[in-house]
């Protein structure tokens, strides 16, 4: 079976533009959450969606936004980019929404900010 | 809001010795998942603990929930080159209904052959 499927791996973008991140979640599972990691830290929350519908939202601010599709895939949607959004975007997808549900990780997309 | 705090945030050790991370919270949590990082990797989970004073082995690693359900701690008996990686533990806040997770900062464990 395929893992969690994310795209584009590597994406250079420049201050001021707009970035879209694509998941695809693992067969079956209908909840996709997505982590923020910078160098050296460990993952931070962003969003999380369980059958189409957010279900949590961490400290980012509103340009940062997402979406999940009738098939359970999901896109991240940054605006307004700034240099500090350079991070490796994780998305995870589980198969039940709760916090007992371990998370599937994607190989991530490289965003770097010039 | 929420913090796990994660020691140490390195550790080298020779091929052969232990090693242990510690994960500790000023609040209750409501569970404890580990996840491991290979260098240029994603994170992988290893391993849930829900239980108060829970133990869990998965060969030479071993799990451990405290009583008060506030730390957790992994440990590696003889370690591998294999081994090499960083060791997350991840959290939610007790009552959370949905799956946020707080991770820590993450420990980074480098095996010398």
């Known amino acids: 079976d395929a893992g969690v499927t994310q795209s584009p791996t590597h994406l250079i973008k420049t201050r001021g533009q707009q970035v879209t991140l694509r998941c695809s979640p693992i067969?079956?599972?209908?909840?996709v959450s997505w982590y923020q990691q910078v160098l050296g830290q460990g993952p931070q929350f962003i969003f999380q969606y369980y059958e189409k519908e957010e279900r949590g939202r961490g400290n980012f601010p509103d340009r940062f936004s997402a979406r999940q599709f009738p098939n359970y895939s999901s896109e991240l949607n940054v605006n307004a980019l700034l240099l500090g959004d350079s991070a490796l975007y994780l998305c995870a997808s589980s198969l039940g929404g709760g916090h007992n549900s371990p998370l599937h990780f994607g190989n991530g997309t490289r965003l770097t900010v010039t | 809001g929420q913090q796990v705090m994660q020691i140490p945030q390195y550790q080298h050790v020779q091929e052969g010795e232990d090693f242990t991370t510690y994960c500790n919270s000023s609040t209750t949590l409501s569970n404890i998942q580990w996840y491991k990082q290979r260098p240029g990797g994603h994170p992988v989970f290893l391993i849930q603990l829900v239980k108060s004073g829970e133990v869990k082995k998965q060969k030479r690693l071993t799990f451990q929930f405290g009583e008060a359900k506030k730390n957790s701690s992994l440990h590696i008996t003889a370690t591998q080159t294999t081994d090499v990686g960083t060791y997350f533990c991840a959290s939610a806040a007790g009552g959370t209904s949905y799956g946020k997770l707080t991770f820590g900062q993450g420990t980074i464990l480098t095996v010398h052959p």
């Open positions: 067969s079956g599972h209908k909840s």
